[in-house]
């Protein structure tokens, strides 16, 4: 029998054992442009084993709810951002590592002008947007070397509102 995950609300504080959410709440770190536009400084924490950092365009097909989670990947070797081209919820799945294996899954929603950065090594779903043809900037390692390993569950989840 599936074990049921509910999606909780995205927040900083929420997903800050397993990466950050980007975004341009509280207080601008500096106003640039001749006072027109508000910088929110370094959201993210990029970190490459080697390699450089890259930015793909990654264009998706719709998911729903309920959805079925078989599997969660990770990047041993670098982190990866998420950036959203649109105001549009996407789903966010991460889980805990247990020696290798992924343990606990969580499952949250962004809110519109949210993206989100994995930590390296990070355990998560893949991009799951509620939306059909949903594109994504990616910021990630581009280098030489295996930078992705998978995780199928025994039994799958079931994620769900």
Request: with cysteine; proline share 7%; net charge negative.
């Amino acid at each position: 029998m599936s074990q049921r995950i509910k999606v909780e609300p995205l927040t900083a504080q929420t997903l800050a054992p397993y990466g950050d959410v980007m975004d341009a709440s509280g207080a601008a770190d500096k106003m640039i442009n001749q006072g027109r536009c508000a910088r929110f400084h370094n959201r993210a924490r990029l970190d490459f084993s080697d390699g450089a950092a890259g930015i793909s365009i990654f264009k998706s097909d719709k998911a729903t709810l309920p959805l079925q989670l078989e599997l969660v990947e990770r990047h041993p070797q670098g982190s990866q951002a998420f950036i959203p081209m649109s105001d549009d919820p996407f789903l966010v799945v991460v889980a805990r590592d247990n020696n290798g294996t992924p343990q606990n899954p969580r499952a949250f929603l962004t809110q519109s002008g949210q993206a989100i950065n994995f930590h390296r090594g990070t355990w998560h779903g893949v991009l799951t947007p509620l939306v059909d043809a949903a594109l994504f900037a990616v910021v990630d390692r581009i280098g030489d070397g295996a930078n992705l390993e998978e995780y199928w569950f025994p039994t799958p989840y079931i994620i769900e509102n």
